[in-house]
């Protein structure tokens, strides 16, 4: 089956450490994102890449890094830097066409707790 | 300004009523639109795209983008209590690939 696959569902991180999300995508889509959710709160974008080996920081970049070596991956590292990053974390995927953005679909998240 | 913003809800509608869900974008160069819905807990499922200004009829869904208004909606017919969710409204603006998300609007139906 085609899909967005992430992982850790829940992860804990202790403070100081950095850690690592996992995002693959096997539907030959383009482009991926990273969102984070907080309670009650929309979604607000973090990074994003068209093709492999370029992204863009989104709104809320710091204290975050991400690599696309590969098309089918994206992960995100959640670094010391990141002062509250207890979050509900999105990786998103959709094709590229022109300059209008396209249907993005969501892999199922990984809840990130800082204990 | 917030880029996009919905109806600050939390709405309530009876089982079988119309549910309407309201959305504005401040960007204007915005071309294509998106509803999602949330379950608590779940990721985001994409129900509804529009590109084109009028209506968008899906079954029990429809959307309606009116780009002079900047306003986008998504009206629930025949609403059910599995349709309780939160709706995120989305943009994608001149930032090639960028979505901007409302705060989401917490429906529930109630028997």
């Known amino acids: 089956d085609g899909g967005i696959t992430q992982s850790p569902k829940y992860l804990f991180r202790k403070e100081g450490q950095n850690v690592t999300l996992s995002c693959e995508q096997n539907?030959?889509?383009?482009?991926m994102y990273w969102y984070r959710q907080d309670p009650g709160q929309g979604l607000r974008l973090i990074y994003y890449?068209?093709?492999?080996?370029?992204?863009q920081k989104g709104d809320i970049a710091e204290g975050y890094s991400v690599s696309r070596e590969k098309k089918e991956s994206f992960p995100l590292t959640v670094t010391s830097a990141q002062k509250n990053p207890t979050a509900f974390y999105l990786c998103?995927?959709?094709?590229?066409?022109?300059?209008?953005?396209?249907?993005?679909?969501f892999g199922q998240g990984t809840r990130l707790t800082v204990v | 300004q917030k880029e996009v913003e919905q109806n600050s809800g939390p709405l309530s509608v009876p089982e079988g009523a119309i549910a309407s869900l309201n959305c504005t974008y401040s960007?204007?160069?915005?071309?294509?639109f998106f509803w999602y819905r949330q379950y608590s807990g779940k990721s985001p499922e994409l129900i509804m795209s529009i590109y084109s200004n009028g209506d968008k009829e899906d079954g029990r869904f429809t959307a309606q983008l009116n780009k002079a208004s900047q306003y986008v909606s998504l009206l629930i017919r025949d609403s059910q209590p599995s349709d309780s969710a939160t709706y995120l409204c989305?943009?994608?603006?001149?930032?090639?690939?960028?979505?901007?998300f409302g705060q989401g609007t917490i429906l529930t139906v109630h028997p």
């Open positions: 960007d204007r160069v915005s071309q294509s």
């Open positions: 998103a995927s959709s094709f590229r066409t022109g300059q209008a953005s396209t249907e993005a679909f």
């Open positions: 890449s068209q093709i492999v080996n370029d992204f």
């Open positions: 989305a943009a994608g603006g001149t930032s090639y690939g960028k979505l901007t």
């Open positions: 539907l030959n889509h383009d482009a």
